[in-house]
């Protein structure tokens, strides 16, 4: 449904409306043993731009352009049925297991240290998943010794003869992942989860008080348990946990107003975890804040062929899963999820965009051949390389949009960030209307003098424009030349379907 033919949307940037600071962590992904995301997508020994220890350059570099902060691993559904002791040692003596997560075949050639060296080398920080499906307590604590005790014990003796001398030092651990799903091996119920990860917590803190931990939320706000569990789990763990996982995927099923209703949706789950937190916090009456670990979100068309699982006899090795290809409009969402995130940064504070390479996933390769952006890289790279120092909540009068199952919803999504130190401030806008411009007209007075560094708006006439190996070029983020500045007054024409971001000098 249009909205009109001159629509305007009003948006208040002041630096008195903080929500809190830009976090690192919000711009996490995600490696899983899944399809290719580890095998020929950042390990591919033999490959041309593979380096000593068979990791490839050209994902690495790509990893650092996306501007990647936190990588999780191992899974996904994969860690439930994980046994990480196979993927240590020499690599010959490796055995091979099927996954049946993903009905696959692994070799263990990547484990641990190989992901802690490819962490060092791509500049992010691992964040660690523990089995609690087929395993427990005791297999946690062995990880977590293995990875993060400097030297005198038998696993960490077992790191170092295996190459590693220091400690990882590990800060962020997930308690197992999605164990409310009935498709997770070991999955179980509130209680009996909430009872196991409460013993995993209390015996990993007796190693190391200051980590980080994560427990599960609900797989998705979809669960018909979704609510309950969250109460249920934190009751048993409120004192132990730092954050609670949520995971949410949106699809395109052939409605793109629906689908750019994605931000509206996520927003509305992460004020719902909220209440859920705030609830056991209230009635435990702690003095501690639980906060969001959003660690699997994006666009994953799960009901198309590319994520249909192999099956029967067949335990393929690495074979092409959830290889989506990426649209303008997906991409545009990507970028309003992005925006969202942020605007909750007071109780988000991690996030991990899922995957990383090949798999529902903004870097895609080519087995033995070239490295390629898909859309869904350029919202990404330019809010984790350009947001810094404080987020700020904008006042917006928007128009509103209806699609599909989601009916009225603003036109328009924002979010600022400030860094008053290095006098910039940055405006992320999406236009979500599939048939309307819209004018964006800031009031930005408040933050002092201000003058227009950059404009570039990611948009295309064809929202279903896709990047392929052989294009991905020919749509990138250009500059948007109806941006003016009048005063303390900034206007921009934002295409439909469309994702802004607009740099600001501040002069105090
Ligand atoms: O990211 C793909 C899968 O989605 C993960 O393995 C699982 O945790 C989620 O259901």
Request: proline fraction near 4%.
């Amino acid at each position: 449904m249009g909205i009109s033919e001159t629509a305007a949307a009003k948006i208040t940037i002041d630096p008195a409306f903080s929500v809190g600071p830009v976090r690192r962590r919000t711009f996490g992904a995600f490696v899983e043993h899944l399809g290719r995301c580890v095998y020929t997508g950042i390990f591919e020994p033999g490959h041309p731009q593979a380096d000593d220890d068979g990791f490839r350059t050209d994902v690495l570099q790509l990893t650092r352009e996306l501007g990647v902060s936190t990588v999780r691993y191992p899974g996904g559904n994969f860690v439930s049925g994980y046994r990480w002791e196979d993927g240590v040692g020499p690599v010959g003596q490796r055995p091979a297991r099927l996954d049946l997560a993903w009905h696959s075949t692994d070799h263990n050639v990547v484990g641990v240290d190989e992901f802690a060296k490819w962490s060092a080398k791509a500049g992010v920080e691992p964040m660690m998943a523990v089995n609690l499906g087929t395993r427990g307590t005791q297999e946690a604590l062995d990880l977590l010794e293995y990875c993060n005790i400097d030297g005198g014990t038998a696993f960490s003796e077992q790191r170092k003869a295996n190459g590693a001398e220091d400690g990882y030092g590990i800060r962020m651990w997930c308690l197992g992942n999605e164990m409310d799903g009935p498709w997770q091996i070991g999955h179980k119920s509130a209680p009996e989860y909430g009872r196991l990860a409460a013993d995993a917590a209390r015996a990993m803190r007796m190693v190391d008080q200051d980590l980080e931990l994560v427990v599960c939320g609900s797989s998705s706000p979809g669960m018909d348990t979704f609510g309950e569990w969250e109460r249920v789990v934190l009751s048993e763990t409120y004192e132990l946990v730092d954050l609670i996982s949520a995971h949410q995927y949106f699809e395109d099923f052939g409605d793109l107003q629906e689908h750019l209703s994605a931000g509206q949706r996520m927003e509305s789950f992460i004020k719902d975890i909220v209440s859920h937190i705030d609830h056991v916090k209230s009635v435990k009456k702690s003095a501690k804040q639980v906060n969001i670990s959003f660690d699997e979100w994006n666009v994953w068309h799960a009901s198309r062929d590319e994520s249909k699982v192999p099956s029967g006899k067949d335990w393929p090795v690495a074979p092409a899963l959830l290889e989506d290809r990426y649209t303008v409009g997906d991409a545009v969402v990507v970028g309003d999820l992005l925006i969202t995130l942020l605007r909750n940064t007071d109780r988000v504070h991690s996030a991990n965009l899922a995957q990383l390479v090949n798999v529902i996933a903004p870097i895609m390769t080519e087995p033995g051949g070239r490295a390629w952006k898909q859309t869904t890289f350029h919202p990404f790279a330019l809010t984790s390389h350009h947001a810094a120092g404080t987020v700020l909540q904008p006042a917006v009068e928007s128009p509103v949009v209806s699609g599909g199952q989601t009916a009225g919803f603003a036109a328009l999504s924002a979010v600022a960030t400030f860094d008053a130190e290095a006098g910039e401030a940055v405006v992320f806008a999406v236009n979500r209307s599939v048939t309307d411009a819209l004018t964006l007209d800031a009031a930005v007075a408040d933050l002092g003098n201000v003058s227009v560094i950059e404009a570039a708006t990611y948009a295309n006439k064809d929202p279903y424009w896709q990047a392929t190996a052989d294009d991905s070029t020919s749509v990138l983020p250009a500059e948007n030349g109806s941006v003016t500045l009048d005063g303390g007054r900034l206007t921009a024409v934002l295409p439909a379907v469309s994702w802004s971001m607009i740099r600001l000098a501040v002069e105090a």
